[in-house]
């Protein structure tokens, strides 16, 4: 479903703002003051758009792989749905590029990646993919998707510009969650079945090492500031922390602790603050979120979030939490000062992926 709704975007809520204030200042200005204040009126106008701000928007994004549409929900109109964007089948993953100016969608049963334009909320182009998309990764200057093939055991390296796979780098079996490293020379997949990381060197097209962690490891995450990659096992309940300059995994964290809330955690999605200091875990049956510093590797809090937690997201300025929960079709809000939930935002049926908008 695609709905057209009329809205007050940044720009055009602080346009609101300054004519409200010239209204009641006019009367007392002197022609000089008049003039600049209606020059600022009419900066303000030109950066009013017809839909919406490109970029840096502060909006909400949640993909729905059963409606096949992505929620746009704006913090500023009280997590209000804006917009509902239609995509093609089965959106799983969103990313956004450098810029903010596009999000790439993967679209799992279209073996496609949709590009969703941010400034008229539209679908505006598409990038084919082999089968089943679901989760990928962007190459430094962007001129390439890298996206798990899972029934050929392959990283698909896609061109963007010319729609293309260039090649087919092997890994192991069933790769899934993948993130591209600093250098721009390496590329780290899961493999879910044989619960590994695979090292891939781009250079080489190859897997150089194999990773041994937890059982079915389902996302990664590299804090800024720091060599290590986090590696969230969703069915033994654990955290592998992998040191990337020596490949090795330096550290694992249990999530089945007496303290911890109850039911079985099994943790999905990992987001960090800005600085990298400390990671939150979405961990799904036990309805939970867990607040790890990033340094000592040691649990300092829990959160109660909706049904199965499974997508993890910071606002802009780090002072909010967004949990995305699969079972009750909702985003649970978080203050960070002092962890408790604030709301809850009900987001549309079986929702997949969080994003963002800072």
Partial sequence: MVTDVTYLGPAAMFLSRVSRIYYTL?????????????LLVLAATLLLPG?????????????????NDIAVIDPQQDYRIIKWIRTSHRPRELRFRKDHQQILVACEEDDVI???????????D??????HPVMFALSQDEDFIYVPDKARSTIDKISVTDKLIEREIPTGADP?????GSDGKTLYVTSAVNHMVHVVDLEAAAVTDNIQVGTHPARLLAPPGSHGLWVSNQLSGELSIVDRSTKLVSGTLDLHLPHAPPGRPTP???????????????LGQANAVAFIDARTLEIEDYSRAGLFPWAVAFSADDRLLYVLNRSSDDLTIVDMLDHGAVRS???GPKPYALLVDE
């Fill in 114 to 124: 949709d590009v969703v334009d941010v400034a008229t909320l539209q679908v505006a």
């Fill in 26 to 38: 006019s009367r007392s200005l002197s022609p000089v003051h008049g003039m600049a204040w209606t």
């Fill in 176 to 180: 899934e969650a993948i993130i591209a």
């Fill in 51 to 67: 839909k919406a701000c490109a970029g840096h928007t502060g909006y909400i994004f949640v993909s729905h792989e059963q409606s």
């Fill in 268 to 282: 999905v999605g990992m987001t960090t603050t800005h600085d990298g200091a400390t990671v939150v875990v979405a």
């Fill in 126 to 131: 598409h990038i084919p993919t082999g089968p």
């Fill in 345 to 347: 935002v009900a987001v």
